[in-house]
């Protein structure tokens, strides 16, 4: 593990404990849209990277940017931040790389999100 790696888990574990205990339901059916949804999302997102189309990235990295916050992922959050800020910035060169990320990052939420159903 590098110096720099993110020891924070996928799900922000306080949010995650407080909605189990508070509202169950809810939390499996916010889980159920992420889990449906984001896989969507993530592959126009590969497709916008693809093609360097910069407005598209922003847009989906500032839904996703949203999204995990709501939800509690951190991570993911971050990674998609900085993708958006890339994209806003002109920075094509570091998208694919930060596509990865983001990727990397909706994958390990969808293990916790699968482990918690």
């Known amino acids: 593990m590098s110096e720099n790696a993110d020891i924070r888990p996928p799900i922000n574990?306080?949010?995650?404990?407080?909605?189990?205990?508070?509202n169950p339901e809810f939390l499996a059916k916010l889980f159920e849209v992420f889990l449906e949804d984001e896989p969507q999302r993530l592959a126009a997102l590969g497709e916008?990277?693809?093609?360097?189309d910069l407005e598209m990235v922003r847009y989906?990295?500032?839904?996703?940017?949203?999204?995990?916050?709501?939800?509690?992922?951190?991570?993911?959050r971050d990674a998609a931040r900085e993708m958006e800020f890339?994209?806003?910035?002109?920075?094509?060169?570091?998208?694919?790389?930060?596509?990865?990320?983001v990727r990397?990052?909706?994958?390990?939420?969808?293990?916790?999100?699968?482990?918690?159903?």
């Open 13 to 22: 574990a306080d949010w995650l404990a407080r909605m189990r205990s508070t």
């Open 48 to 52: 916008a990277v693809a093609k360097a």
């Open 60 to 76: 989906l990295t500032h839904s996703i940017k949203g999204a995990a916050a709501t939800l509690g992922m951190e991570r993911l």
């Open 86 to 101: 890339a994209a806003r910035d002109g920075q094509t060169q570091a998208l694919e790389v930060q596509y990865a990320r």
């Open 104 to 117: 990397a990052e909706v994958e390990a939420v969808f293990a916790v999100m699968r482990s918690t159903k």
